[in-house]
């Protein structure tokens, strides 16, 4: 008996011992990310391509297969499960999602994207080798995308389903022939084939329901309701229960394939009823089919659930893994987690923040043997496979609690912020503020070191410096006269979701997955800014949520293209004068445009609470000839802010306004401490004066302000977390009005030199944001500053080690 309780002594120290050395593991990995929010990635991991989307497993378990689909090198790898190397990369001119592994181990179905083809290769020696394609049409100009795919071995038919025209394919795959279109309800995301069912199950990603397709008959039967942005699905191996992964609701639905209903819902996120943004997109069940893995790309990490009695399941805990976890698989005892954003906050060989050295331009070598530039942000973000056995109750425990670490989001922060007593600001939703109007203004795409690296007493790098005091000195003198804020990140990466960001403190799963195709040149519409249901928030943006606060609100150009709304909740709250995105038309010029509206409102005492405005010519069109130059149409955004600063603080409601400025997103340039490091400025009567804030900020921060002024609750878990911009308000009112600056550069100059960078120009469409190949867009505006023969140095990912001393009060 004595040597029965020395040994389970021994067990339990060495227990203790194991949960210690994997806390320790775990804190050392620990880094901050921008937007405030931490990783500290969970066991080995393995470098994959740009944006792993969907990690499929050869039956027989030897192979694993990732499609990588973003911005710049889009491919397809072959990784050995038994030593977890990548054996292949094949180099895929377009692809989307779409992956499926035959019963043979052998072949292998992809889908090729936007040219509208099924990608056909054969696992030879280790070795991806091309076989055919499988064209869904013929028509050069067809929109048909496919996504999901699903063979079924025994008949030689192939199930394909798309997210563009919004229907299944039914193929014969040895033929090519298409032997069926049917139209779907809406974009579909995958499709799952039951053998022992005779249905094929579809998640129509933009309709809330799993669609079942019956083989036998090729006819639809009842749809199954489930949650928002229905994406992955998991089907038990008897065929009784499915199931799937919700993006907007944080959760994964129980179906019960017998009766076709939804028996249970789990929540994965971190905490019961939590506001949007887990971002559910992964399934992978555990070989006895007793635990159920959840990825939850958002909060970058996974929900472990027992499913041992479904209808009855429990929650295990969580593990925290890469940036923007999208697919998993469970092999052989083992998870594999595909990370969408990789590690890549993680610090780069020169340190955070090496202001004495600076990065070249960085090149890698496709698989076709191109040169292929991996400077800019779209293509920085390279995703990693976490490795890790399945871990036992005792690790989920120290795992979990990883999790909560990282995780500065929790439920009583949403009506409850920190802040200071008697600030402006308030703490509570629904406390009263002193500042009754709020002027929300967006521009396009700069960073921290393009415009402010020359302002003394911020951190700044001016060998960066494209825009400084002579082009920008109405901006200049914001941050002099009120406050300086060098630490501010965008939560976007570009302007597709950077303005959905911007305006909701989120972007859908639509969005993440699909922007950096169509910024890649592969295809594809701009579908952000309200231009598309499925790649809104499920709530709607912050005039939705004003709408029903009861809070006045007026648009000017944010959301309204062509003077017309882009949503329904504005369509009486725009100013139809006011130009959106359209760079023939002058900043200044809608400055003028707002004044006319802001007048007749203010004397008819009718102005709104909230008011967001566009003011997008700092985007510039490069060096089109003919057209004006970069320095031009930054001059002309500029002049119109002083403007509007001036204007605005010599009317009656000055002492009672507030003004955020910021870019949509800073993917346009580099700068020496991260990627996402934007110019951002206040004014206002309780703004304070001459000062200097470090603070970390996002745009979830300056959201969450604005909502607190104005009484409405946070939107999603980021603004919620968000810490808000209480340090930069003053306690005293100042009044003093603000005086604009002239240009200091002829704001009608054009661009006259035939540069290369002139004829890549001239090929650009700027009919709207980021239209263009952005990357050659960001080389094109760094030439027209720094000389044609001047090479642009690559933005940088920045670990941000710590948040400032007085976040930790």
């Known amino acids: 008996m004595r040597h029965l309780v020395i040994l389970c002594a021994v067990l339990f120290a060495l227990q203790l011992n194991a949960q210690s050395d994997l806390k320790t593991q775990l804190a050392s990995k620990r880094v901050t990310l921008p937007n405030g929010w931490k990783l500290s990635p969970h066991g080995e991991s393995l470098a994959l391509g740009d944006l792993p989307l969907h990690v499929a497993v050869s039956p027989n378990q030897k192979y694993l297969l990732v499609t990588n689909n973003g911005q710049s090198v889009q491919s397809l790898q072959l990784i050995d499960v038994a030593s977890n190397h ?6 895929l001119p377009k692809s989307w999602y779409g992956l499926k592994v035959a019963a043979n181990n052998k072949t292998v179905f992809v889908s090729g994207g936007n040219d509208n083809v099924i990608l056909v290769f054969e696992i030879e020696a280790g070795k991806l080798v091309e076989k055919d394609k499988i064209a869904l049409t013929t028509e050069k100009k067809a929109v048909i995308s496919p996504a999901g795919i699903e063979y079924d071995d025994a008949t030689g038919i192939l199930y394909v389903v798309t997210k563009e025209n919004n229907s299944l394919y039914v193929i014969e795959a040895k033929t090519k022939t298409i032997l069926a279109q049917h139209t779907l309800p809406a974009e579909a995301f995958t499709c799952l084939f039951s053998k022992k069912k005779d249905i094929l199950y579809i998640s129509v990603w933009g309709g809330r329901q799993i669609l079942p397709f019956q083989i036998s008959t090729h006819k639809f039967m009842s749809a199954i309701p489930v949650g928002d942005h229905p994406n992955e699905m ?24 017998r009766i076709g209903k939804e028996i249970e819902v789990l929540n994965a996120a971190l905490v019961p009823n939590a506001l949007a943004g887990s971002s559910t997109n992964g399934l992978a069940l555990s070989a006895n089919e007793e635990r159920l893995y959840i990825a939850n790309a958002d909060n970058n990490c996974l929900a472990v659930f027992e499913v041992e009695k479904p209808g009855q399941s429990k929650s295990l805990g969580f593990i925290p893994v890469g940036w923007y976890p999208t697919s998993l698989q469970v092999v052989k005892g083992k998870l594999y987690v595909a990370n969408g954003k990789g590690f890549s906050s993680f610090a780069n060989p020169d340190g955070p923040n090496p202001i004495e050295k600076k990065q070249t331009v960085t090149y890698q070598k496709s698989d076709n043997n191109k040169k292929v530039r991996t400077g800019y942000i779209g293509g920085l973000m390279k995703g990693t496979m976490s490795i890790f056995k399945e871990p036992t109750t005792q690790e989920l425990a120290v795992l979990s609690e990883a999790v909560y670490q990282n995780t500065p989001y929790t439920k009583e922060i949403e009506l409850s912020a920190l802040g200071e007593k008697g600030n402006p600001i308030p703490m509570k939703v629904g406390d009263a503020s002193p500042i009754n109007y709020v002027f929300y203004i967006l521009k396009e795409n700069r960073t921290y070191d393009q415009v402010l690296a020359d302002v003394a007493g911020g951190n700044g790098d001016t060998t960066l410096l494209l825009f400084g005091e002579k082009y920008t000195p109405n901006q200049h003198k914001l941050v002099k006269e009120f406050v300086l804020l060098d630490n501010f990140y965008v939560d976007g990466e570009v302007s597709a979701d950077g303005h959905n960001w911007s305006t909701s403190a989120h972007a859908t799963d639509y969005l993440e997955k699909t922007w950096p195709t169509s910024y890649g040149g592969r295809g594809g519409k701009y579908d952000g800014e309200g231009n598309r249901a499925i790649a809104n928030p499920k709530n709607g943006f912050i005039w939705d949520y004003c709408k029903r606060a009861g809070v006045s609100y007026r648009t000017y150009g944010e959301f309204a293209d062509n003077f017309k709304p882009n949503i329904p909740s504005i369509a009486d709250h725009f100013c139809p004068d006011f130009a959106s995105f359209d ?14 509206d802001f007048d007749r409102l203010l004397a008819l005492n009718q102005v709104p609470r909230f008011n967001s405005l566009h003011f997008p010519n700092d985007h510039t069109e490069g060096q089109r000839l003919g057209k004006k130059t970069p320095f031009a149409y930054v001059a002309d955004n500029d002049y119109a802010i002083g403007l509007f600063i001036e204007h605005l603080s010599k009317s009656p409601i000055w002492k009672e306004t507030a003004v955020f400025i910021v870019e949509d997103d800073a993917q346009n340039g580099p700068d020496h401490v991260d990627a996402h490091r934007t110019t951002a400025y206040l004014a206002g009567g309780f703004v304070k004066r001459g000062f200097v804030d470090h603070t970390p900020y996002s745009t979830s921060s300056m959201l969450r302000t604005m909502e607190l002024i104005l009484g ?9 977390a968000a810490t808000p911009m209480f340090r930069s308000f003053s306690l005293t009112l100042n009044v003093t009005p603000f005086v604009h600056e002239k240009p200091r550069t002829n704001l009608f100059e054009v661009n006259v030199l035939d540069t290369p960078s002139a004829q890549k120009s001239a090929k650009f469409d700027f009919k709207k944001e980021d239209s263009i190949p952005d990357l050659e867009f960001s080389e094109v505006i760094w030439k027209a500053v720094k000389g044609e023969d001047s090479v642009m140095p690559a933005p940088r990912r920045a670990a941000i080690l710590a948040a400032s001393e007085a976040d930790k009060d």
């Open 86 to 91: 990548v054996l292949d990369s094949k180099e």
């Open 234 to 257: 998991l089907l038990t191996k008897n065929g009784q229960f499915l199931y799937v992964a919700n993006a907007n609701d944080n959760s994964v639905s129980v179906v019960d394939t």
């Open 583 to 596: 760079q023939n038309v002058m900043d200044t010029t809608r400055f003028h445009a707002w004044k006319r």
């Open 712 to 720: 409405l609750a946070p939107m999603s878990q980021y603004d919620a």
